[in-house]
Each structure stands twice: as structure tokens, then as C-alpha cells.
């Protein structure tokens, strides 16, 4: 623990990136969200990149309402239109994002910026580059999640933040 300590103290890339994946790690997460984590900082980078597994469309629950059916004394499920299914999936998943962001930089005072890397079945959806400040000014602001995510200034000025189809 004390090498660990130590080696995270000098910012060795490889210890820091092992602390930010136990942070992940303890993301709390329901019981059915993936949970697969990985941190690395690739020769020359001057920020680790995340790597996270979100949860698939399924997290959305299909019926949209239950109606009670007096005639046959059966409850019916209105199934929610797949434009709300995505629209809702999309939310859930900013949420995780700006979940995990907070949560690696308030655990780690010295990380500037990272690159967080979204993956729903090991394809990635989403891709965010983004510094502490932008992160932190999000705060006590009431934004809807994907403009929360959106707002986040990004490392490289020429890219977006980048939603996969």
C-alpha cells in the first residue's frame, strides 16, 4: 500500500490510472449496469483515458404505463415508443458520464483533464475530452443531463462531443 501510495504521490501514470479505475469501480451503480472499467495513459498523452461500460437500451423499461382492462380484469402495458426508449437511454447514459467524471475529479485533486470513452456492448457510443473547470462549473446547474454533457468544453477546440449511432 505504501509503494502504491508513494508511486501515485510522484504521478506515475500507471498507479494513477490504477486509482482512477478503483474509483470507478465503486461507482453506485444499480445491480444491473455492466461493470467494466479501464484506465490508461498512453505513451505521450498528458491525460489518462477512461474506458467505461454503459448499460444497453434494455435499462429502459418497456411500458411506458400499465392501464387496468375492466372487461377481461387484465392489466394492459402501453408500450413506450422507441423514440422515447432512445431519448431516455441517451439521458441515462449522460447521467453514468457526468457521474464518473465528478467522481474522477474529486477523487484525484492533481488529474486535469481526461478522455472518457462510453461503450454499450463493447462498441462506443459516446466520447467526451474535458477539463476539471468545465466539470466543476457544472455544478448547482440545472441542466438537463445530455446539455450538461454537452456544455463540457472539450481538450482539442476543432472536436464535439461525439454521440456513435
Same mark, same amino acid.
Given at each position: 500500500?505504501? &509503494?502504491?501510495?508513494? &508511486? %501515485?504521490?510522484?504521478? !506515475? ?9 478503483m474509483v470507478l469501480d465503486a461507482e =453506485? @451503480? ?17 491525460? =489518462? ?9 434494455e435499462v429502459v423499461p418497456p411500458a ?9 380484469? !387484465? @392489466?394492459?402495458? @402501453? =408500450? ?16 453514468? /458520464? ?5 467522481? %474522477?475529479?474529486? &477523487?484525484?485533486?492533481? %488529474? ?10 463493447? /462498441? !462506443? ?5 474535458t477539463r476539471r473547470p468545465a466539470v !466543476?462549473? @457544472?455544478?448547482? %446547474? ?24
Open positions: 500500500v505504501d &509503494a502504491f501510495v508513494a &508511486a %501515485l504521490h510522484r504521478r !506515475e501514470y500507471g498507479a494513477v490510472a490504477r486509482f482512477l479505475g =453506485p @451503480l444499480p445491480v444491473s449496469f455492466p461493470r467494466s472499467t479501464e484506465v490508461s495513459w498512453p505513451a505521450g498523452a498528458s491525460w =489518462p483515458v477512461v474506458r467505461f461500460a454503459l448499460p444497453g437500451p411506458a404505463a400499465v392501464r387496468y382492462h375492466r372487461p377481461t380484469d !387484465e @392489466l394492459r402495458e @402501453l =408500450p413506450r415508443p422507441a423514440d422515447e426508449v432512445a431519448a431516455l437511454h441517451r439521458s441515462v447514459l449522460a447521467q453514468v /458520464v457526468l457521474l464518473c467524471l465528478r467522481d %474522477l475529479f474529486v &477523487a484525484d485533486a492533481r %488529474l486535469d483533464a481526461v478522455t472518457f470513452v462510453g461503450q454499450v456492448g463493447g /462498441v !462506443e457510443v459516446i466520447r467526451v475530452d !466543476e462549473a @457544472l455544478a448547482g %446547474l440545472d441542466l438537463p443531463p445530455d446539455a450538461a454533457l454537452a456544455s463540457l468544453s472539450v481538450l482539442d477546440p476543432a472536436a464535439e462531443l461525439r454521440w456513435a449511432s
